[in-house]
């Protein structure tokens, strides 16, 4: 085992990142199996790029507001550990490509030396929580979301309810009922609300994208702030115990909900409150210590372009609540930025604004607390950054996600041909600058992580197929999704697959049609009246591929000959199938769940002592070649196969045994007593496969 130190003050920080080093020599020893390896690695940030060999590192920006020094922190690890480049993702986080697997534990500690952190940026885990950049400044908000995002971020963090869940699970909040935060296509989704004085959410539960979108239900109109956490907390648990763990196509929370009805998923939740060890968390929202802005002269300045700066001014300027001051929206083409950039602007807002920037959803950045009269001084500035394009958050703001230039899934080119479609619109559509009523995005696969089914106008990377059996890249064209504010939307019909190359084409007509007959109507209305099949026939004869040409076979940003490749998806974990593995983790489980209760944290040392019991169990039943789906599953099949069967005596079945854990409040008595089944369980579940192994020796 190698020897890694950090000089981590926090001590669980420390074991985490100690762990890391530690799993690392053992994988690389061959004593940790690949596919228990990559989970591991995942729930800590490191995720398998398209290139062999190398890492792209996940960062974690809860709520998208990133201080200065983190800033300047995260770019200095980019230039030592990776190649200076940042790139902002769809869900407020900062990626870095080409890092050494064996870097990243130093790498991380680095990045924790400014509360930077990697823990659950990746797998089946509560990934980053999301919120509106304009939280705490929005001029409609009716308070701040940032202290509950934060709270809540805090809470789940390394919480034993959520590290090993059937699929990842995703959370945002939002602002106001413009639903910035985009709620409808989350796991869960918190919208600001104030009743009778009172602050509180509405909460919107199962919304998801990828290959089947899934809009959002409303699990309640109404909850208070202190409710937040345990609602989320046993919704987690039913995921966890309930949702499928086999197919990955079937994993996510939004297909347990459909399964089973939202009436059904809302009384397992109530079920599970007395198994809650708060029935209420307070978040003291005074508490929060929100960035202030520093009181500064505004140095004369003198504009040599004011046609240009009036025109930025129009599309990147955002009004907040506080009196005297702006924010800015700094336009990110397809989130990528540099390190010597990085530390200039960290070095801008430190000086002239609140010290911090916020990372946007649509892969932006935004300058809060700007004093009014320092516009004309930030826009000279931001203008030496090349920081000062315009229109932010408008048609030309194209969301991208990095498609096949990193990514394992990718099929086609999302950078190349955002890249394309930006300039087209620049050069042909000069209006579009201005409209924000326009939202364009485009996926390199059907994962959606450039959300290009919500958007108005939306591709996804797909391919086409010759007579020949030539394969070329192509596009999904699809139309008319939108967010329809308060937890309303609708999603993107699929209308044409047109080879890539077509694409610029097949956005100047759906653009000149827009103008043509919209009279003025927003898009999303415009093609609710139109309708799929009248696009279908505008757009039809740019599907064919009889006549494709030699350059319809490169890729947009590529110069060879496209050719279809597509790894492994890392974006959910994987299933681990191995029985000795299981026994092992079960092992740790326990000596984990001791840990907690010794730290008197009984409500997670009961959920470890769970886990124990659902894998020693999963472990007989692999041996059987038994289904092993969902956690239920594994308890029901449990009892049919071993005990009902007189196999194994418990002197109870399976299923009393394990779901004490939703029958009992988590007290120290009960705690004490779980942990004692778990490791009963486990020695008996070993001996009875030793003993059958013997028999087949």
């Not at 006549?547 to 974990?573: H, M, P, R, S």
Request: hydrophobic share 40%; net charge negative.
């Amino acid at each position: 085992m190698q020897s890694f130190r950090t000089e981590i003050e926090n001590p669980v920080v420390e074991k985490d990142i100690i762990e890391l080093a530690n799993k690392i020599e053992l994988f690389k020893n061959g004593k940790i199996d690949e596919e228990k390896f990559r989970s591991l690695r995942l729930a800590r940030g490191v995720y398998g790029q398209r290139q062999e060999g190398v890492q792209m590192i996940r960062i974690k920006v809860p709520y998208g507001k990133l201080k200065s020094n983190q800033l300047r922190r995260i770019s200095d690890v980019s230039d030592e550990y990776s190649r200076g480049r940042l790139h902002i993702t769809t869900r407020q986080d900062i990626q870095i490509h080409y890092v050494d697997l064996n870097r990243t534990p130093e790498l991380w500690a680095e990045l924790e030396k400014d509360d930077v952190t990697l823990r659950e940026a990746c797998g089946n885990v509560v990934r980053n929580v999301t919120a509106s950049e304009t939280a705490g400044i929005d001029v409609n908000e009716p308070f701040d979301v940032s202290p509950y995002a934060d709270a809540l971020y805090k809470f789940f963090l390394r919480n034993p309810i959520c590290q090993e869940m059937g699929r990842k699970f995703k959370v945002s909040f939002s602002s106001t009922d413009e639903d910035t935060g985009l709620s409808y296509l989350h796991d869960i989704g918190y919208i600001a609300k104030v009743k009778d004085g009172v602050r509180g959410f509405k909460v919107m539960v199962a919304g998801g994208l990828g290959s089947q979108p899934r809009h959002a239900d409303v699990l309640y109109d109404f909850i208070e702030t202190d409710k937040i956490i345990p609602i989320m907390e046993g919704v987690l648990r039913i995921f966890d115990r309930h949702g499928e763990r086999k197919s990955r196509a079937k994993a996510r929370m939004k297909f347990l909900v459909k399964d089973i009805g939202l009436e059904a998923f809302r009384e397992l939740i109530e079920n599970e409150q007395k198994a809650i060890e708060f029935k209420s968390v307070p978040i003291d929202a005074d508490a929060y210590v929100a960035s202030k802005p520093v009181q500064v002269e505004a140095p004369q300045v003198e504009i040599k372009e004011e046609e240009a700066f009036n025109l930025w001014k129009s599309t990147n300027l955002i009004p907040q609540k506080q009196e005297g001051y702006v924010a800015i929206g700094v336009k990110v083409l397809l989130g990528d930025f540099y390190t010597d950039k990085a530390r200039l602007l960290a070095n801008l807002v430190d000086k002239y604004a609140a010290g911090e920037v916020r990372l946007t959803l649509r892969q932006n950045i935004v300058i809060p607390f700007v004093k009014e009269e320092l516009v004309p001084f930030f826009y000279q500035e931001l203008e030496k950054l090349g920081f000062v394009e315009a229109g932010y958050n408008k048609a030309v703001d194209i969301t991208a996600c990095p498609g096949t230039d990193t990514c394992n899934l990718g099929i086609a080119s999302s950078t190349g041909i955002a890249e394309e479609l930006e300039r087209v619109i620049k050069a042909e559509y000069p209006q579009y600058l201005k409209n924000e009523d326009l939202v364009i995005k485009i996926s390199g696969c059907m994962n959606a992580c450039g959300q290009h089914n919500m958007a108005n106008i939306g591709f996804q990377g797909m391919t086409v197929r010759t007579k020949d059996k030539l394969v070329a890249p192509a596009l999904q064209v699809l139309l008319g999704g939108g967010n329809l504010g308060d937890g309303n939307a609708t999603f993107a019909d699929k209308v044409v697959k047109v080879p890539s190359r077509r694409g610029p084409e097949a956005l100047r007509r759906i653009l000149n049609d827009y103008e043509a007959n919209a009279n003025g109507k927003q898009f999303v209305e415009y093609y609710k009246e139109t309708g799929d099949r009248y696009f279908y026939d505008l757009l039809n004869d740019l599907q064919d591929v009889t006549n494709l040409t030699q350059q319809d076979f490169i890729d947009w940003g590529n110069e060879d000959v496209y050719v279809k490749e597509i790894g492994i998806g890392e974006c959910a974990g994987v299933v681990i199938d191995l029985i000795a593995t299981l026994f092992f983790e079960s092992e740790e489980k326990i000596e984990n769940a001791k840990e907690s209760f010794e730290n008197e944290v009984y409500s997670g040392a009961i959920y470890l002592a769970y886990q124990s019991l659902v894998n020693s169990a999963k472990a007989l039943l692999l041996a059987e070649n038994k289904k092993t789906n969902t956690h239920a599953g594994i308890i029901s099949q449990f009892d049919e196969v071993f005990v009902e069967s007189g196999k194994i005596a418990l002197g109870t079945s399976f299923s009393e045994l394990i779901y004490q854990i939703n029958k009992n409040a988590p007290t120290k008595a009960f705690a004490l007593d779980y942990i004692s089944s778990s490791e009963k369980f486990l020695a008996a579940v070993r001996a009875f496969r030793e003993a059958e192994q013997a028999q087949e020796a």
